[in-house]
């Protein structure tokens, strides 16, 4: 299945102008030169067999006559026809179609499969993340990557620096997310994939170090007011965070525990790390943490963006997201996580670890 061109938000990828200009802002110097003496030869040729067929079909004086000089005529002006459709091809909107076809490929040489509903349900734990930086959000890889290429591109990519089979679709370097799962999360081998996945759901959650923020006698009031100023939530609904709420155990910020969560399984994914069944198995222990905390989407999805707040200052508000997942056409509008009961006690654990 067709994703967003990878960066954007327009789901799914289709033809646009647009791509032909982004082809001809990265063209090179050289490429640029190129590009200009073809147009110029272009506009020459045309013009030439224009001419040429003018006279073979109304010039009486020309050497070729006849019906024989009348079909060299037409061949002519079709010449002159054809050599702009080609240069506009190459070079214009023939372009507009690119990044399509770009992604058609990858598909095909990675061998990306669709997901079936209840994989979308667990991809949509991220889907706030992926909807604000134009990642994908209906597969397991959430970008393009090297890592799944066929081997032949990827000999080629490591002996000639900087190639690429794609001018528009940027592939994702695995060694580059091994270096960030490493410095985020010390993880270096998949034998530490799982130690991660309990540390970002317990001890390392930004749940666990807000509750000991805002349990703190002196530093506490100023947390929650200053939270509270940034997020438009009342301190009092803040406060309230830290409390058991209709039988679930205090909400905190797992949502954007949850979310940090899917992301690196995500990532181990797309390194190597962790194999398709692995990933999915991750993820769904990541619902049941959603669900012990939250009803339904749109709360999660407000929740995710307070512990955007609370941990970067920036959040893309609930309505937002879900704006854009609906006016784009994501399925993750659609195929929600189903919030049900769930007999994991991570909330507990981790509100103990730090109290």
């Known amino acids: 299945m067709l994703q967003n061109h990878y960066g954007e938000q327009e789901f799914p990828v289709r033809r646009r102008r647009r791509y032909a200009d982004e082809v001809s802002a990265r063209m090179s110097d050289s490429e640029r030169r190129r590009r200009i003496l073809l147009n110029v030869a272009t506009r020459l040729g045309a013009l030439v067999l224009i001419f040429v067929g003018f006279v073979l079909v109304v010039d009486l004086r020309s050497p070729v006559s006849g019906p024989v000089g009348l079909m060299l005529g037409i061949v002519a002006f079709a010449g002159a026809a054809a ?28 061998g990306r499969k669709p997901v079936t509903d209840e994989q979308q349900r667990l991809l949509s734990l991220g889907a706030a993340g992926d909807a604000a930086d134009g990642t994908w959000n209906s597969s397991l890889a959430w970008g393009p990557t090297w890592q799944f290429m066929d081997e032949e591109s990827r000999s080629r990519h490591r002996a000639e620096a900087g190639w690429s089979p794609y001018r528009l679709l940027d592939l994702v370097d695995p060694d580059l997310l091994r270096d960030s799962l490493d410095a985020a999360f010390r993880i270096t081998r998949p034998a530490g994939v799982r130690p991660a996945l309990d540390r970002v759901l317990a001890s390392d959650s930004i749940s666990a170090r807000f509750l000991s923020a805002v349990s703190d006698e002196h530093q506490g009031p100023t947390v929650v007011n200053d939270l509270a100023e940034r997020s438009g939530w009342p301190p009092d609904r803040i406060r309230s965070l830290t409390e058991a709420v209709d039988g679930r155990p205090p909400r905190l910020l797992w949502a954007g525990d949850v979310e940090r969560a899917v992301r690196m399984i995500r990532t181990c994914y797309m390194t190597g ?39 970067t200052g920036n959040g893309v508000a609930s309505g937002a997201v879900m704006e854009i997942l609906t006016r784009c056409g994501w399925p993750a509008a659609t195929v929600h996580p189903h919030f049900r009961p769930s007999q994991r006690k991570v909330g507990h654990d981790a509100a103990e670890s730090s109290g």
């Open 273 to 311: 790390l962790l194999d398709e069944p692995q990933a999915w198995d991750f993820l769904a222990e990541c619902q049941a943490v959603a669900n012990e905390f939250y009803s339904d989407f749109e709360e999660y999805l407000e929740h995710v963006r307070l512990a955007d707040i609370a941990r």
């Open 83 to 110: 050599l702009p459709v080609l240069y506009l091809k190459t070079y214009g909107m023939g372009l507009w179609g690119l990044a399509k076809r770009e992604q058609e490929d990858y598909i095909r040489r990675s």
